[in-house]
């Protein structure tokens, strides 16, 4: 059974997406929606493929697979496709990459290499993001913008790695014109790298940012996946 409020709570962020994409004058199936599952229990995953979502967003490698073991079944049968969103240590990476199908969060060109290393050996293809640190902020992970577009094009070059586009992560503020300016620096690089092109996989079709604060500011900015945790699920019942 959904989780009460889960269904309502979906429609609601679906017609402010819409409401988004009509300010912005882009198509609501432009964009894709990553449950972020973190600190809820296995069920909720369950939950979240029932109520027609089939993104599901992790942050961390252990709590991850022992989610995912759990409702394997269920993913599988869902054709769910499960993220690492969160920042991914190079001791993680076979791990990571026996769990999960996309990683967005790869912030430096020797975790790149890691990854490329490990799925190339296991003769597959893994979609990575790589994160900017479109914020400028000491704490936060990612490529600072003025050197983002010459590692992706290093990073394309990797076999095993497909690069799809970038995630970014906005300052925690209420502040809009510092949000808006984050994700517009942010979406001004992703086109740049989409005119550069992707390395020897397909062109860059993915920009993912906003999460439950921001995701509407983000997609009338040009995001095309927004990770959604709270505004879902409600707060997290572990950290």
Known sequence: MIRDGLSERLHRIEDRVARACARSGRDPAEIRIVAVTKGHPQSVIVDALEAGLRDIGENRVAEAAEKFSAVESVLEGQGAVRHMVGHLQRNKVRDAVAVFDWVQSVDSVRLAEALSRR?????GTLPILI?????????????????ALERAGEIGELPGL????????????????????TFRRARGLFERLVAQGGGAGPVPDTLSMGMSGDYTLAIEEGSTMVRLGTVLFGARTRA
């Open 119 to 123: 799925t190339h050996e296991a003769g």
């Open 162 to 181: 497909s690069l799809r586009g970038m995630m970014t992560m906005a300052p925690q503020t209420a502040d809009e014109s510092i949000l808006r300016g």
């Open 131 to 147: 994160e900017v640190n479109a914020g400028g902020e000491d704490q936060k992970h990612g490529f600072p913008l003025d050197e």
